[in-house]
């Protein structure tokens, strides 16, 4: 996929500049998705709620294995250890976070939607592909969140809202930090392959940008399988 690679001052762009551009009509839908106007609320019926957080523990289950494969395929032992501390830290904070409101239920393997299956699979798929390119795929992950848990935190007015503990946990800047780290390994990344690598790159993104569009979707329809 091309872009614009150069700002108006003819200075060539970071990949990420890029990326985001292209995905700013993806990410403009999931902010004015009902499941994220509603959690951002606090009015998020209960029901749907727990609905995506037993997805999303079931997705951090393989998200979990992807950060620490391509920990094991980075050359730059800086990146590695990064992404092993993705691995490790991040994903402790997210089940902590889910324990507090699923109190420590582990939902069964063959409750996983099939929006969570097909973004498990997507991300899966690319353990093939160069390593530039898996890892732009899991960068969505970060990167929206974080956006989508500051961009409500900017517009909460109270201490009533009963979602301000996931809130706070992805806009936290503990977690901006590891984004903003995720982001800068990405672009180190770009930086350093081909031009059709890079294209694979942004394609990966845009994808996953999308599959957590569809995530969130699924949670608002409380998906089922239709067979």
């Not at 150069?6 to 990326?19: I, N, Q």
Request: charged share 20%.
């Amino acid at each position: 996929m091309l872009s614009n690679r150069f700002d108006s001052y003819g200075t060539m762009k970071k990949w990420s500049e890029e990326v985001w551009e292209l995905a700013a009509p993806t990410y403009g839908k999931i902010i004015e998705h009902p499941f994220i106007t509603e959690l951002s609320a606090g009015s998020l019926p209960q029901e749907k709620f727990r609905f995506y957080l037993r997805q999303d523990a079931l997705y951090l289950e393989n998200y979990a294995r992807i950060l620490s494969h391509i920990a094991s395929r980075l050359p730059d032992k800086e990146h590695v250890t990064s992404f092993i501390n993705f691995a490790s830290a991040g994903i402790v904070v997210e089940k902590e976070l889910h324990a507090s409101f699923l109190g420590g239920e582990i939902p069964p393997v063959s409750e996983i939607s099939p929006s969570c299956l097909l973004y498990s699979s997507v991300l899966q798929s690319f353990a093939t592909a160069p390593v530039e390119v898996e890892a732009a795929a899991i960068l969505p992950c970060f990167w929206v969140y974080n956006r989508v848990g500051k961009e409500i935190l900017s517009m909460q007015t109270g201490d009533g809202n009963p979602y301000s503990r996931w809130i706070g946990t992805y806009a936290d800047e503990g977690f901006t930090a590891s984004t903003f780290r995720a982001v800068e390994i990405c672009d180190a990344l770009a930086h350093g392959t081909g031009k059709a690598t890079r294209e694979r790159m942004t394609d990966a993104f845009l994808l996953c940008t999308k599959m957590e569009w569809m995530f969130w979707d699924s949670a608002w329809e409380m998906e089922k399988w239709k067979i």
